[in-house]
């Protein structure tokens, strides 16, 4: 296990120190592609929404060249510890957790809430079957309260699906997510109130890359300043705190 653990460092390490030689050099964005508005692959086959947009206009203020890189969501961080991407840019939300592995920028969005959708409004969810994706803050969320059993699934779509054909009673995800789907098919309903979790969204890079992590806080902080990052937000995530 030792010999596993800095083997892993020792890759962290030559990664970040490649990235931190070459100014202008390509940076590899990791995303989901399946998680809309943030990230999805449109009819083009390409990778679309919220953060497709916010990170060709960081990568152009950054002065980088950005490639698109997709990966499953529950190997998302893995992937990028082993440096098959250089950041995570997927609708991360910043938690204690995850930065005990990665690290992450400033946030570019705020605490987004989540939302339950069910096919009733009158759910008890103290006690109910809650879907959640696997690795995400609402999975983690659910599996704390007490009396509601969590069932996880890989992907968002198979959260809602699970509730469509009676595997759960509700679903728990970002309301930005929910809300379009509840407005879409008259069988579904956003339950109760919303729920605030983790600390705002950001790009998830290596705990060594602390340059390319400084170069898009910088970039971050120039969309904040002249107000295109709220712009941004207020086109894809209407409703959503802005800065």
Known sequence: MKNLILATTALVLSAGVALADGHGKTIRMG???AYPPYNFINDAGEV????RELG????????????WVTNEW???IPNLVSGNYDT????????DERDEVIDFTDPYTQPDPSAYLGMSDDID?????IAAQAA???ASHVASMEGATLVEFATPEETVA??????????LADKAFLEPIAEAEADLTLIGDDVLLGGGIGLGVRESDTELKETFNKAIQSMKADGSLNALIEKHLPGSATF
Do not use: P
């Not at 969810?125 to 079957?129: F, K, N, R, T």
């Open 31 to 33: 995303t989901e592609g």
């Open 48 to 51: 679309d929404g919220f953060e």
């Open 56 to 67: 060709d206009e960081l990568c152009k203020r950054a002065e980088l060249t950005c490639e």
């Open 74 to 76: 529950d190997s998302i």
């Open 88 to 95: 995570i840019i997927a609708g991360m939300s910043i938690t």
């Open 125 to 129: 969810l103290s006690s109910a079957v």
């Open 136 to 138: 995400t803050i609402q």
């Open 162 to 171: 699970a509730v469509k054909n009676g595997e759960a009673d509700a679903v």
